[in-house]
């Protein structure tokens, strides 16, 4: 027998649907062989992992304050990969964003002002669009390719941010512990609810959701970033200008993602410390992907990753997993999402191979 592709005379719009659940479903059948052979009772460890975490009103909430960064950051991404400008500098500019905003903060320890906390979050979220303006600047000015900038861009600013938490705005008064000082009431985003650590960093994230969607599918400026991603040359002849929204996207890009890293430290942390993000920048990758570019699948994608993060710590400590169980998790997901895609444009053939050989006898003939 042999198994072949064929291609497709236009894309499956099934295929297109129920590849994102089909890739889920084939990393949790292939989550439980892993755990079966660890030794680990597959269904009571996917349990733990995945119900666990969510099974009370904290765990909820503890849910929304890890998926508000990851939503943030893949939003941010979805307009850049509708131009097919691929940022993959969203750790960086999450990492800057709180670096800026934690320099502003500490020197407002003092403040009783709300506008201390508006002038934290501004400078958070401008200087993760700075970040971003620099891979669009590489890009327009030298043509450099916007993937290797944005990756290196990534660890220039987490060295950056281990410099300045072991030096410049490290806590005098810390014991020697590489952090900031705790930020001011003034300068941290009030919780929600009593008790709970899910703060009003909450409503940034529906709006950003809201904005970006109105954007992308109701705004002439989202139709030229479609229409750049599908054929720049076609977007150049109608008079589209290439380099202005290469700045627009990695602008928009950057500043949701600095966003996301000053409502961290301004959030659930309070000071600047070297773990801000366990690698949120770089899962929201895979959830843009996952939600198919679209800030409605992104928002399902972003909490199903933030429910990884949280059974991975909740299944470190409950089954003494590694912890690096949560980034397994993402890139098998991330690889049966790109092997699913192939369906959507091939049709799987399987063919006896004597009937080929019958087929290859003929046409000798």
């Known amino acids: 027998m042999l198994l072949s592709l064929e291609p497709r005379q236009q894309q499956s719009r099934a295929m297109l649907a129920l590849s994102p659940l089909l890739a889920g479903l084939l990393t949790l059948a292939s989550g439980a062989l892993l755990f079966a052979a660890l030794g680990h009772d597959p269904l009571d460890t996917l349990h ?17 304050v890890k998926a508000l960064p990851i939503l943030l950051c893949a939003l941010g991404l979805a307009v850049a990969y509708q131009a097919r400008v691929w940022n993959i500098g969203a750790e960086g500019q999450l990492l800057i964003g709180a670096l800026a ?3 502003v903060a500490v020197n407002l320890i003092d403040w009783e002002s709300r506008w201390a906390l508006a002038a934290v979050l501004a400078t958070g979220t401008l200087a993760g669009a700075a970040w971003g303006g620099l891979a669009a600047w590489l890009r327009t000015r030298f043509n450099a390719n916007e993937i290797l900038t944005t990756i290196m861009l990534n660890y220039i600013a987490l060295n950056l941010l281990l410099h300045c938490v072991h030096g410049p705005l490290k806590d005098p008064a810390g014991f020697n512990f590489p952090e ?9 985003l009030p919780p929600l609810l009593e008790d709970l650590r899910v703060h009003v960093g909450l409503y940034f994230a529906l709006a950003a959701l809201v904005v970006v969607w109105v954007l992308l599918q109701r705004s002439f400026i989202g139709f030229q970033i479609k229409v750049l991603g599908l054929d720049p040359r076609a977007a150049g002849f109608v008079g589209f200008r290439e380099k202005r929204l290469v700045w627009l996207v990695l602008l928009v890009s950057g500043g949701l ?16 410390v070297p773990q801000v993000s366990p690698g949120y920048g770089y899962a929201a990758i895979t959830v843009a992907f996952l939600g198919r570019l679209n800030p409605f699948g992104i928002l399902l994608a972003g909490l199903l990753m933030a429910l990884l993060y949280l059974g991975g710590e909740n299944a470190q400590m409950a089954m003494n997993l590694p912890q690096s169980i949560t980034e397994l998790f993402q890139g098998m997901m991330l690889f049966f999402l790109l092997a699913c895609d192939v369906l959507i444009l091939y049709r799987p053939r399987l ?13 000798m003939a």
Not at 53 to 64: F, H, K, M, N, Q
Not at 180 to 188: H, I, Q, T
């Open 257 to 272: 993602a600095g966003l996301a890293g000053v409502g961290e430290v301004t959030g659930p942390i309070g000071q600047l």
């Open 180 to 188: 900031s000082a705790m930020f001011g009431d003034a300068s941290r």
């Open 48 to 64: 733990t992992l995945l119900i666990a975490p969510v099974s009370d009103l904290y765990g909820l909430s503890e849910l929304l």
């Open 101 to 103: 905003g934690s320099a």
């Open 351 to 363: 063919a006896l191979r004597w009937g080929r050989r019958e087929r290859v006898r003929e046409a």
